[in-house]
């Protein structure tokens, strides 16, 4: 019972607030104002599709996910050998910087230390930002250069100086209304349902696009068991049916 509370409480809260955070997010994406956007919520609500698709990417764009493998070096850039002699090629973070494009970067919070420490002068405001290249050149960003950072967790979870950098903070907490509204009909319901519960039962629009495409070929049932899992998916399957899905 107190789940099924919870998770009724949550469905009136999100009902008041739905595609509030998409609204922002969009005029964040489109506006020159915001040079470094901070996009967090779960997985599978569309950040890093709205990332890579809105607002101000017409100078391209690069994207990068984080992890605590990958050094800033990558980041940056290296030299490489060119026949006899050693070549400087910019990494992803400069090329961006030199173009005035977007910057992507995913997953900020399994960002190693060495990665995180690379990005402060990336992320400072706009006549501040420089990076001095081993090759003894300094980049200064190009008019139009912005970055996106997207994760699953809130900016509190990096280290003061740097979520200081962030001027946008938006918190996506459900799918964007455009995404479920591409959905079939009958699936628009439980997705949007399904994006109210808890983490460990949460279900991302990646899966109900999946299965969208594949129901009708596989059928229903085969579908729900293919693209969730057997237990869950037969969880799934059964409220389809009793929402009088096909």
Known sequence: MADQRETKDREEELRHTAGRGWEDADVALASAHFGRIYLFG????????????R?????GLYAVTLTQELPS???????????????????????????????????IAHASEDALAFLHPVLELEDTARLTLPSGETVAPAPGFHVVVTDNGPPE??????????????????????????????????????????????????????????????????????VFGAERGAEIFDSLVLAGVE
């Open 42 to 53: 779960p997985p599978g609500v569309g950040k890093t599709r709205a990332a890579y698709h």
């Open 73 to 107: 070096a990558e980041l940056r850039g290296t030299y490489l050998p060119r026949g006899e002699a050693f070549e400087w090629h910019d990494g992803p973070v400069v090329r961006a910087m030199r173009e005035g494009a977007r910057l992507v970067l995913n997953e």
């Open 157 to 226: 979870a990096l280290p003061p100086a740097l979520r200081d950098r962030f001027d946008a903070r938006i918190e996506l907490p459900d799918p964007h209304p455009d995404a479920v509204a591409s959905l079939s009909e009958p699936l628009r319901e439980p997705a949007r349902r399904a994006a109210l519960l808890d983490e460990e039962r949460r279900v991302s629009l990646r899966a109900w696009h999946v299965l969208d495409r594949v129901r009708v070929e596989l059928g229903l049932e085969r579908a729900c068991r293919i």
């Open 55 to 59: 607002g101000r990417i017409e100078r």
